[in-house]
């Protein structure tokens, strides 16, 4: 296990060492030419003030929303959080389609911020309702005891316990930002990775799509680095169950519930109003000419195909890793799991850019072959599997599993018909929630798949790119379809960790 888990971190450090091995090739004179330059800094400006003004909104919406629905007496608490989630069952991208078709003119900063906003909120949202649902009441009703008031109460002592919910939501936000491409792309507001593309495109992975990638994967280690040091390291477990009783809700009153009904209704009509309303214009506008029943039926099912081999592969590179941090928590293991965080926070197209490199070297056979995206697949949704499978096979008792070889089985044997059995549930979710992801995964498909493969993301891409937006709808419509019921999984998912 410990083998196969070193052969795991190593592959997924391949970004980063296609990174370290395209500088050190290029050499500093053309680094030099290619990174300081006047379109990089405006590249980085772009990135990073769509990272300044997204994130805080996003903070500001999720940890109102997880208030609101956890500790208020706001009608149809139940509903209303739902509603907030349900945005992530419609990719980012055809967020960003369906405000264009309603608006061709939308282009440019803040309307990129109003739409990643839309689509990413959910990402604080989920962390902090979760972290609201375990808090202990005592410590709010201590602080009101002694004279604090309610908005007191919540700065002073509930907000600064959702501190690790929302530093882990805010990176996650941030490094989808820095990843997002087709969003930005029909928004045409220029980033990083719309510039890296667009280098791909025209120079085939030339040295300044390379030197591009650098940065962007400089840029993924910095926000890293920055929440790792800014997250403190304040204690914010707790010995016991602390207050078997619920927490507290609080009463809004006339005006603020009808403010609050208002806002939630306004944002519920923008992130999922606008989507299905213009999905049905353009549907109803095209006919039954835009259900071409072939092209959809083979664009869904190499789309399920490639997201059932994916996340069945990415899964099983997660039990080595998965099974070791359970079994024997290490140093070593601690470094090696780390090491997927890491090179799986890389965008998509540094990861696709990298098997580009290697494959072209390396290995030419396996160049645009479904093998290689499958490869892709794993390097960036490793975690996604690996947090789920690790939470199953710690519900699997090692006694079993030391009984089983005393009869006689093998290793392998003990391991594959005891834990991996305790683990089904966990492995379950991880295959669901990689799944999810390769669903909707676009820049890597687009860049690594051979000819004549088109998932539901890359042929709705194509219809797009062609302004054909009533023949993209229906391609849109199968994805929302596809990610309902995992949306709905990672919805119940959090409520049951949460204790609900």
């Known amino acids: 296990m410990l083998a196969a888990a070193i052969l795991v971190a190593v592959f997924a450090m391949l970004p980063l060492a296609f990174v370290a091995m395209a500088a050190i090739q290029a050499g500093f004179p053309l680094i030099a030419k290619l990174v300081f330059r006047p379109r990089v800094a405006e590249l980085l400006y772009n990135t990073l003030l769509l990272i300044a003004l997204t994130v805080p909104l996003c903070v500001l919406h999720g940890v109102t929303m997880a208030w609101l629905t956890e500790r208020s007496d706001l009608p149809g608490r139940r509903w209303w959080s739902l509603l ?95 990843a997002e491409y087709g969003l930005f792309a029909l928004i045409r507001f220029d980033t990083f990775t719309t510039a890296i593309f667009d280098q791909f495109q025209s120079s085939f992975s030339g040295p300044a799509a390379n030197m591009l990638a650098g ?50 209704a306004a944002f519920t009509a923008l992130s999922l109003g606008v989507p299905l309303a213009t999905l049905g214009q353009w549907l109803a506008a095209g006919g039954l000419a835009v259900w071409r029943s072939d092209e959809l039926l083979l664009c869904l099912g190499q789309t399920m195909l490639l997201g059932t081999a994916g996340a069945l592969l990415t899964t099983a590179a997660a039990i080595p890793i998965a099974w070791i941090s359970v079994r024997a928590p290490s140093r070593l293991q601690r470094m090696l799991e780390g090491s997927n965080y890491v090179a799986s926070a890389l965008p998509g197209i540094v990861v696709a850019l990298a098997l580009v490199s290697v494959t072209i070297k390396f290995a030419q056979p396996l160049y645009q072959t479904v093998f290689t995206v499958l490869l892709a697949y794993v390097l960036m949704f490793l975690p ?87 023949a993209a709808a229906p391609y849109a419509l199968m994805m929302i379809l596809l990610s309902l019921p995992l949306t709905g999984l990672l919805y119940h998912q959090s409520k049951r960790v949460a204790g609900r």
């Open 215 to 264: 940065v962007l994967a400089l840029a993924c280690l910095a926000l890293l680095t920055l929440e790792a040091t800014t997250r403190g390291s304040a204690r914010y477990a707790r010995i016991g169950a602390g207050s078997p009783r619920p927490p507290r809700q609080y009463r809004l009153g006339a005006p603020a519930t009808l403010f609050a009904l208002a806002c939630c």
């Open 84 to 178: 907030v989630v349900a945005p992530l069952a419609i990719p980012a991208f055809v967020h960003s389609y369906a405000w264009v078709s309603l608006a061709p003119s939308l282009h440019g900063l803040f309307p990129a911020v109003l739409v990643s906003v839309i689509a990413y909120s959910p990402f604080i949202y989920l962390p902090a309702a979760a972290a609201l649902r375990r808090l202990d009441p005592v410590l709010e009703d201590v602080a009101e005891s002694l004279g604090d008031r309610p908005a007191t109460v919540f700065l002073r002592v509930v907000l600064p316990q959702l501190r690790v919910a929302i530093w882990g939501g805010s990176l996650l936000v941030a490094l989808h930002l820095l």
């Open 384 to 470: 996604r599997a690996l947090v789920s499978l690790r939470a199953g096979l710690a519900q699997a008792p090692v006694e079993l599993e030391n009984i089983a070889r005393s009869l006689g089985r093998s290793p392998l044997q003990a391991l594959c018909g005891v834990t991996l059995r305790f683990a089904a549930p966990g492995a379950a979710a991880s295959v669901a929630l990689v799944f999810l992801a390769i669903v909707n995964e676009l820049t890597a498909t687009l860049l690594l798949s051979p000819s004549g493969t088109a998932t539901l993301a890359t042929a709705f891409w194509s219809k797009t790119s062609e302004i054909d937006y009533a």
